[in-house]
């Protein structure tokens, strides 16, 4: 489930670094066998007119929107990781928050941390409030996790998350995402997330 990074990961990491600022299955129909002297079969699509579909498109999952990181970068402790929600399904989608990090170990157990919503408590810059966004398909919405690899008690053990899920909002489907590294928390014991905004290129 985790999906590579990709080329766009460095052009994104580079401006976040530079400015510090945000800003499917198919279904497979298998005839049927029936005894003849059952109902004839249901009118054909032509017959019954035009219907619309409500699957998502092949390969998108089946909330409609498709989630990844685009890369990650690191400079002096502070780290950033880029995350792009697509929405490949054929109907508008909407977005008013943050999205829901859940952050685990090699072992695949939750690590225990605090996600702040927005990043003050981490770095300046990406405190833009949550406001309404409407993708329409094929359009993308971006945000940014942040997190600062610091030791500053030599008694709490440094903790690293390896692997990382991602929401849309709270009680929407998680998805697998690949975090570009270590997710090297020190003990600080927080992340911060900022909030989804639409992307305009």
Not at 29 to 42: L, N, V
Not at 82 to 100: A, D, K, R
């Amino acid at each position: 489930m985790i999906s590579p990074s990709t080329p766009a990961g460095s052009r994104f990491g580079a401006a976040v670094l530079a400015t510090l600022v945000l800003g499917g299955c198919t279904r497979d129909h298998e005839g049927q066998g029936g005894d003849p002297s059952g109902p004839p079969p249901a009118a054909s699509r032509s017959e019954a007119g035009p219907t619309v579909s409500t699957e998502p498109p092949a390969g998108c999952p089946a909330s409609g929107v498709r989630i990844r990181s685009t890369g990650g970068d690191a400079a002096m402790g502070l780290r950033a990781l880029g995350l792009e929600l697509v929405n490949c399904g054929e109907s508008p989608y909407q977005l008013n928050g943050y999205p829901v990090l859940h952050v685990f170990d090699e072992e695949r157990e939750p690590v225990m941390l605090r996600v702040v919503n927005g990043a003050k408590e981490i770095t300046s810059g990406f405190d833009q409030p949550a406001r309404p966004v409407t993708l329409a398909p094929d359009e993308r919405a971006t945000a940014v996790v942040l997190w600062r690899n610091l030791v500053t008690d030599s008694t709490v053990v440094a903790t690293n998350g390896e692997f990382l899920t991602v929401a849309p909002a709270a009680g929407q489907p998680e998805q697998e995402v690949d975090p570009d590294g270590p997710i090297d928390l020190g003990n600080t014991g927080r992340i911060g997330v900022s909030a989804w905004k639409k992307a305009t290129t």
